[in-house]
C-alpha cells in the first residue's frame, strides 16, 4: 500500500477505503462527495451535495452486498444482476438490457462489467484537482472500459471521460450507457424533470394497470397519453402513492442534457452528455409501484439513463434496422459527460439549459 498525503481542504482523493469488503474510492471537495465501487462495476454509490446533505442516487432497498459472501439461490440470468444491484450509476457496456445471448454467449441483465471488479489508479491528488482512472475488460465479450472520474476545487462538477476498445479481431456490437438511478430524499413529488425538446415511445414496463403512460405511443416532450385516457406532464413527478411503474426512451434529443430540481431542498442534479454517441435517454420511473420481485411495491425512483442505442439495440418501432453500435475491430470509442450538482434560485421555475461546461441557467418565475 503506499501513503498518501492527507488533507482536510480542498480536494480529496484515496483509494485506501474498504466497504462492506468491496475495494473503495472517496473523491471529495467543498461542494461535493463521490464514492465509487471499484470492486463492483466501479459503480458511483454516493453522489453528495454537501452544503444541502443530499445524496443524489437512489439505493435499493438491499444495498450494497460482497458476491463473496453468499450463494444466488439459483443461476437465473435476469436475476443475478438485481441480487448485487445496490443502485447509484453503473456503466453499462457492452451489453444493456434484459438477457440476451451475444454472439454465442450468454449475458444476464445489463452486462458483464457491472458486476466485475474494476481496477484503479489515482492520476492526480492536489488541493487543486483529484482525478482517478478505473477500467476492466470484459470476459464473455470482447471489450475494453476505462473511465476517468475528476473534481476540481471549488466546482460542484464531477466530470467523467469514458472509452470502450473492441479488442476483437473481428466487427462487434455494443449497447453502451449510463445506469443513473435517482432516488429519495432528493427525489419527491416537488421535483421538476427538464430536458431539451425530444420524441419519445412508450414500450411500457410492469402490469398494465401500474402503468403509468398508454404503452405502445410515439410523442414529442413535455405532454404524453395517459395510461386510462387523459394527458400527463412529463415534467412533473408523481408521488409515491400513485403506486405506478412505467418506462419510456426518449429519442431525437435537442442537446445532450437532463435536469432534475427539488425546489424544496433548493437543490438539483444535472447531467451532460454528447448526444452524438449516446442518442436515447431511457426514462426508468418506479414511483412505489412494482409489484412482485424485485421491488416488492418498496421502491421509489427514476432511471435517467443516457445509452447509444435502445435496449440489447432493438430497433426503434417500424423498424428493421438494429440500434446498437457497431465497432470495427481495435476501434475506440470516448466520450467526456459532466454531473453536476446546483442551487436554483428562488424565483426559477425550472431549467433552461446546461452547457457542456456544465454551467446550469433557470427559467425565471
Not at 443502485?87 to 449475458?107: D, F, H, K, S, V
Not at 471488479?117 to 465479450?141: C, G, H, K, M, N
Not at 415534467?235 to 426512451?249: F, G, K, N, V
Not at 447531467?271 to 435517454?281: A, G, N, Q, S
Request: some cysteine; glycine content about 10%.
Amino acid at each position: 500500500m503506499h501513503y498518501q498525503m492527507e488533507r482536510t481542504d480542498g480536494c480529496r482523493i484515496s483509494d485506501a477505503w474498504t466497504y462492506r469488503g468491496l475495494k473503495t474510492v472517496v473523491m471529495e471537495n467543498e461542494l461535493i462527495k463521490v464514492t465509487v465501487l471499484a470492486d463492483k462495476g466501479a459503480d458511483i454509490y454516493e453522489f453528495i451535495h454537501k452544503p444541502t446533505d443530499t445524496d443524489f442516487m437512489w439505493r435499493t432497498p438491499w444495498g450494497v452486498r460482497d458476491p463473496r459472501k453468499f450463494i444466488p439461490t439459483t443461476g437465473w440470468p435476469g436475476g443475478i444482476w438485481q441480487d448485487v444491484y445496490e443502485g447509484g450509476w453503473q456503466t453499462l457496456a457492452p451489453t444493456g438490457g434484459p438477457p440476451m445471448t451475444y454472439a454465442g454467449a450468454e449475458i444476464g441483465q445489463h452486462s458483464e462489467a457491472t458486476t466485475m471488479p474494476w481496477d484503479v489508479q489515482i492520476l492526480d491528488d492536489t488541493p487543486e484537482r483529484v482525478s482517478a482512472r478505473f477500467w476492466v475488460r470484459t470476459y464473455r465479450t470482447p471489450f475494453f472500459i476505462e473511465k476517468t472520474l475528476s473534481i476540481e476545487s471549488g466546482n460542484p462538477v464531477l466530470t467523467v471521460e469514458e472509452s470502450i476498445v473492441n479488442e476483437a479481431e473481428e466487427e462487434s456490437d455494443a449497447v453502451w450507457g449510463q445506469h443513473i438511478a435517482l432516488g429519495p430524499p432528493f427525489l419527491s413529488e416537488h421535483c421538476r424533470l427538464d430536458i431539451p425538446g425530444a420524441g419519445f415511445i412508450v414500450p411500457g414496463e410492469g402490469v398494465e394497470s401500474e402503468r403509468r403512460l398508454e404503452s405502445g405511443q410515439a410523442g414529442e416532450w413535455p405532454m404524453a397519453e395517459k395510461n386510462g385516457g387523459g394527458r400527463v406532464d412529463l415534467r412533473h413527478i408523481p408521488p409515491r402513492s400513485d403506486r405506478l411503474q412505467d418506462y419510456m426512451s426518449f429519442t431525437d434529443l435537442a442537446d445532450g442534457w437532463y435536469a432534475l430540481t427539488n425546489p424544496v431542498r433548493r437543490v438539483g442534479f444535472a447531467f451532460v452528455f454528447p448526444k452524438e454517441t449516446f442518442r436515447y435517454l431511457w426514462y426508468w420511473q418506479v414511483f412505489g409501484g412494482g409489484r412482485g420481485y424485485p421491488w416488492y411495491r418498496r421502491t421509489y425512483n427514476v432511471g435517467l439513463e443516457p445509452f447509444s442505442s435502445l435496449p440489447n439495440g432493438l430497433p426503434m418501432p417500424g423498424s428493421d434496422e438494429p440500434t446498437s453500435m457497431r465497432l470495427a475491430a481495435g476501434e475506440r470509442r470516448s466520450v467526456v459527460m459532466k454531473a453536476v450538482a446546483y442551487v436554483p434560485p428562488e424565483s426559477a421555475s425550472g431549467v433552461q439549459s446546461v452547457s457542456p461546461d456544465g454551467t446550469v441557467s433557470f427559467l425565471d418565475g
